[in-house]
């Protein structure tokens, strides 16, 4: 429930109260202290940025071990552009390879190679140590429960779903 104070002119912006403020500071920092812990985490012990590793988790749930990339791209919450490079980088590191789309001429599949998923499994036991260590161990399970449904609804209120929407992966 919003309860910023409104302004008497309605092109005057809805300044954020001294409290959301507060709010919206801490969710920053701890997003990008986050964010720095665990791609510095995994560029230490695997060799990649965090979101690579995102990618390669996402093939390794998919059936097959494989996504058309603009599946991945929707799915990881990033540009098709931006997808492309990481591919491409993770196919010199033999982790993952690219198929052309039977049923589309234009599309393409990632697939995790075999060697992606040894790596998964070499790197998954330190990368959730990190996860656990910098979020779930500092809070409660209420805490947990709460922070979970916060982060759905912001998503979910970023993800339009009418037509013309402006998303990384459409871009």
């Not at 720095?36 to 965090?50: E, K, N, S, W």
């Not at 991945?72 to 993770?90: G, W």
Request: aromatic share 6%.
């Amino acid at each position: 429930m919003n309860t910023a104070p409104t302004s008497a002119d309605p092109r005057e912006p809805r300044w954020l109260t001294a409290e959301e403020q507060r709010v919206w500071r801490a969710y920053i920092d701890a997003t990008t202290l986050l964010e720095d812990h665990l791609d510095r985490q995994l560029q230490r012990d695997a060799g990649m940025p965090h979101v690579y590793y995102g990618l390669l988790v996402k093939l390794a749930e998919a059936p097959d071990r494989r996504l058309r990339m603009t599946e991945l791209a929707m799915s990881a919450k990033i540009t098709r552009s931006r997808l492309s490079h990481a591919v491409a980088r993770l196919e010199k590191s033999g982790w993952v390879r690219r198929e052309d789309c039977p049923s589309d001429k234009r599309g393409q599949f990632a697939v995790l190679t075999d060697e992606g998923q040894e790596m998964l499994a070499r790197h998954a036991p330190g990368h959730v140590n990190a996860v656990r260590q910098a979020v779930f161990d500092r809070l409660t399970p209420e805490q947990q429960k709460s922070l979970g449904e916060i982060m759905r609804i912001v998503a979910e209120g970023l993800q339009p779903s009418e037509a013309g929407a402006d998303l990384p992966w459409l871009r």
